[in-house]
């Protein structure tokens, strides 16, 4: 390291700050940060009669306030329903000692995005005997229907 002021590393002060704002709208589900990590639903927005966001468990329960700005807010993203395998290229990287293998992650409300599923040694050995079993009993399958 040079030992010089570095302001897009986090550990050095600044944030990153490269996702857009949240700014809930009534209904929406949020973390709450400064509740650790706690999921309300929003039930006021600033401005709307109240100078806070005010959310309650999405199960009923006591209600809380959020900043105004909603710095302590996050989106809670859908729930993930699977994984589907890209058509590119695993890669297996000696130095970590990792296989990488990149996949499409589907979500509840049909939202996707890419990701990577990263795997050790002993787990890229012990999928290749389940892959090899699975194609082994498709082929059986096929020669009995024939």
Do not use: N
């Not at 996050?74 to 395998?85: F, I, Q």
């Amino acid at each position: 390291m040079t030992g010089r002021f570095l302001p897009h590393l986090p550990a050095q002060g600044a944030g990153l700050g490269t996702a857009a704002p949240f700014y809930p709208r009534l209904g929406d589900l949020a973390h709450d940060t400064a509740r650790d990590g706690r999921i309300g639903v929003v039930v006021a927005l600033p401005g709307d009669g109240a100078a806070t966001y005010h959310l309650k468990p999405p199960g009923g329960g006591r209600e809380w306030a959020a900043p105004a700005d909603g710095s302590t807010l996050r989106p809670v993203p859908a729930m993930v329903t699977h994984l589907t395998p890209i058509k590119r290229d695993a890669v297996y990287d000696h130095r970590a000692q990792q296989g990488a293998l990149p996949v499409r992650v589907h979500r509840e409300d049909g939202s996707t995005s890419e990701s990577v599923l990263v795997l050790t040694p002993d787990e890229i050995e012990l999928y290749h005997h389940q892959f090899a079993r699975i194609i082994d009993q498709r082929e059986k399958s096929r020669r009995d229907c024939l």
